[in-house]
């Protein structure tokens, strides 16, 4: 099992580290210089010179990576170019609507995908089935910034259940904000939760079709009884794995939905800091979701192990 851990760390350190890489190289070749996007087109060159010496942007690129992949590693926080604060302290303030959002739409998800799966399955190749699977199609085919948008002009201009958008901040209390959350949260959901119910609904066939679920109907097991027994237990094993990458997909997912419900959000920060040319915000926001998604990866590879002996590594 040690073999197992270092094997999945040294992925994950390979990982983040190129994955700073492509990020940083991708800025690089953006267009378009900082400097003159925070000052203005008609700034006179000195000070856009000046600036871009404060900035450090007259550096070798290698040399800007190097100290930007030091500063990630002992935790240093350069001060963004537009809002002239630390980097961490505005992610960090972002996350706690970010992150909640993300985690609210999941539990959303699960909950629709679970029971429709297992309802899907249940009627194989009947009427329930196939109106299962259609409606999750439609759900795979609706994009979420445009269901947000449906969502906004349904629950908050016509029936006024609902802000059209805007964060009235935790200390409003639970239940203002999660209401706030809520649109943004099922435009998400829908997605993810159509896709997850698929999965689920062919996780379960696939087992049903196994030699240990028939025997344990020969021996006179109940259908609900083997359904909850055996079925479900080893069919939730792949699912585990979809919903850990779905939920990596949802914190990016935000950042179309966040714009759409003016959440101000970890996405409408990163949106904002592409349009205000503000790098160092672009990278760090960009490097965070890349080492969520590995980081996700690696607890479902570990759960994934922990559920199902038979894939459980052994050093040998």
Not at 32 to 53: K, M, T, Y
Not at 135 to 144: D, F, K, T
Not at 153 to 167: I, K, Y
Not at 238 to 261: D, K, R
């Amino acid at each position: 099992m040690s073999l197992f851990l270092a094997k999945r760390f040294a992925t994950f350190v390979a990982t983040l580290l190129g994955a700073t890489v492509l990020t940083f190289l991708a800025l690089e070749i953006l267009p378009g210089d900082p400097a003159l996007v925070i000052l203005g087109n008609d700034a006179p060159e000195s000070a856009i010179l000046a600036l871009r010496l404060e900035l450090g942007l007259d550096r070798p690129a290698l040399t800007r990576y190097l100290d930007w992949l030091g500063d990630l590693l002992t935790g240093a926080s350069p001060n963004s170019y537009t809002y002239k604060v630390p980097v961490a302290e505005l992610i960090e303030e972002r996350l706690e609507i970010t992150a909640p959002l993300a985690l609210f739409a999941m539990a959303l998800s699960i909950a629709l995908a679970l029971p429709l799966g297992i309802y899907a399955a249940q009627h194989h190749n009947k009427t329930a089935d196939v109106a299962v699977m259609g409606a999750s199609q439609i759900g795979i085919s609706v994009p979420n910034f445009w269901l947000a948008i449906l969502l906004v002009l349904l629950f908050a201009v016509n029936l006024r259940w609902f802000a059209a958008g805007g964060f009235p901040g935790w200390s409003a209390g639970i239940g203002p904000a999660l209401k706030a959350l809520l649109l943004p949260a099922i435009a998400l959901a829908t997605v993810q939760g159509a896709i997850l119910a698929r999965f689920v609904r062919s996780a379960i066939l696939d087992t049903m079709r196994e030699d240990y679920v028939r025997t344990a109907r020969a021996k006179g097991l109940s259908r609900r009884a083997t359904m909850w027994r055996h079925v479900l237990r080893n069919a939730l094993i792949p699912v585990i794995t979809i919903a850990g990458l779905q939920f990596a997909n949802l914190m990016a997912g935000t950042i179309v939905v966040e714009n759409v419900f003016a959440l101000p959000g970890l996405g409408r920060l990163l949106l904002q800091s592409i349009t205000n040319r503000d790098l160092v915000v672009v990278r760090d926001i960009v490097v965070l979701i890349a080492a969520m998604v590995v980081v996700i990866n690696f607890i479902v590879d570990l759960l994934y192990a922990a559920i199902d002996p038979r894939l459980r590594p052994h050093d040998v």
